[in-house]
């Protein structure tokens, strides 16, 4: 279990430190660093909406957004403390879970701690993706993936074992 509370914990260090650099690095909103031209740049930007900006321009959704993450985060640590860890079967149920609450904490730090509220974002993908996003974001993307993978493919396999070993 403590590894995947240290896993959650590093991912979460990582994206509020990444933030920062970026913040301090490109100072004003806008600016942009091109890593890879026209393809890979680090482009500072604040969010003030949900996922790819939708809705920013709502001032009651600070509060949905803040109480919406309470919410998951009391969800996700629920059902992190009843899972057993130390079954490898559920590695992916778990890394999910890690990732989710990493994912969530992150974006949830910004909207609470900055004082516009906003998110920060700064990967910017130009050649393949329109939309500017975050470590948290990534985290959530890859976290809501392991999660569905598990539940819709890892646990009915998982079921059907228990039920032929009668367990």
Not at 13 to 24: A, P
Not at 59 to 88: C, E, M, Q, R
Not at 152 to 166: A, C, D, H, I
Request: charged fraction near 15%; hydrophobic fraction near 55%.
């Amino acid at each position: 279990m403590l590894i995947w509370i240290v896993i959650a914990i590093v991912l979460l260090i990582i994206d509020q430190v990444t933030k920062i650099l970026i913040v301090s690095t490109l100072v004003t909103e806008g600016t942009t660093l091109p890593i890879i031209q026209d393809f890979f740049h680090l482009t500072y930007v604040r969010n003030a909406g949900a996922v790819f900006g939708i809705g920013s321009d709502s001032g009651w959704l600070f509060y949905f957004f803040i109480g919406a993450a309470i919410i998951a985060s009391i969800v996700f640590v629920i059902l992190f403390l009843k899972t057993d860890h130390k079954n490898p079967k559920l590695w992916l149920f778990s890394l999910s879970l890690a990732l989710l609450f990493a994912g969530t904490l992150g974006n949830c730090c910004d909207r609470i701690f900055q004082l516009d509220h906003q998110v920060i974002d700064f990967i910017d993908f130009r050649g393949i993706w329109p939309y500017i996003f975050n470590v948290a974001d990534m985290c959530l993307s890859v976290g809501i993936a392991c999660f569905l993978i598990d539940q819709l493919l890892l646990e009915p396999r998982r079921v059907k074992k228990n039920e032929q070993t009668g367990v």
